[in-house]
């Protein structure tokens, strides 16, 4: 399987003139067909893998086991954790964080998304209503396929209205944080984001403020229900 600049690009999370600098600089692998480069995918999985960069990520992943197919929703929630009483000033600091959570991620690529997520328009913040928004970054990413979080965040305050108006008027107080590894992943991640918000007793649990293990259960139960 060959792959081209972009697709390395999107992979690996870097600009194009990276993969072009690592070509001069850095012996990536690759030959020229008209013009452009080409890249042998085995090739830059043992180059990556030599300099410790992900050779997980986007068009090199490999094919998700199914044993790993299951439960990503709570496994993310895991990962990304619960926080409370997190002062609106903080949440994106509190979101670079999350980013230094990721797994399968080079060092590079961790630092490009915490600097997204701290710029000014980084983030989307998608109020849903009912105090609840569901932020995420504004371009979607092409990472490793287990590369995924989900935070949920309780604030201090309410999030200042100039910067997200709640359509229902109600105050924005709880936070679905996710970055997902793919755009197809990251909308699927969020439709069982909201599948489970939906249904059970995951919004009641997240509005009353509940435990951590309390909501882990729950998403967990409304996944298990989400199954054919």
Do not use: C
């Not at 070509?23 to 020229?32: C, D, K, S, Y």
């Not at 924005?172 to 970055?179: E, G, P, R, V």
């Amino acid at each position: 399987m060959y792959l081209n600049v972009i697709q390395l690009a999107e992979s690996f999370g870097v600009a194009e003139s990276a993969i072009e600098g690592w070509i001069r600089n850095e012996g990536l692998p690759g030959v020229q067909d008209r013009g452009r480069w080409l890249f042998d995918r085995a090739q830059v999985v043992a180059w990556a893998a030599q300099r410790g960069l992900v050779a997980k990520a986007g068009f090199l992943a490999p094919a998700a086991s199914s044993s790993n197919s299951g439960g990503r929703l709570e496994r993310w929630l895991r990962t990304g954790g619960i926080w409370r009483d997190v002062p609106p000033a903080g949440v994106r600091d509190l979101f670079a964080r999350v980013v230094a959570t990721l797994p399968a991620m080079a060092p590079a690529v961790r630092q490009m998304l915490g600097q997204r997520v701290q710029a000014a328009d980084g983030i989307t913040w998608a109020s849903v209503g009912r105090g609840l928004a569901l932020p995420h970054l504004r371009s979607h990413v092409a990472l490793g396929r287990d590369a995924g979080a989900l935070a949920l965040v309780f604030l201090r305050e309410a999030l200042p209205a100039e910067v997200e108006t709640p359509p229902d008027g109600m105050p924005i107080t709880k936070l679905f944080f996710f970055i997902a590894p793919s755009p197809r992943a990251h909308l699927e991640l969020l439709a069982q984001l909201s599948m489970a918000l939906t249904r059970g007793g995951l919004r009641d649990l997240v509005n009353t403020g509940a435990t951590d293990d309390e909501i882990f259960a729950a998403v967990a139960v409304a996944e298990k229900d989400a199954k054919p």
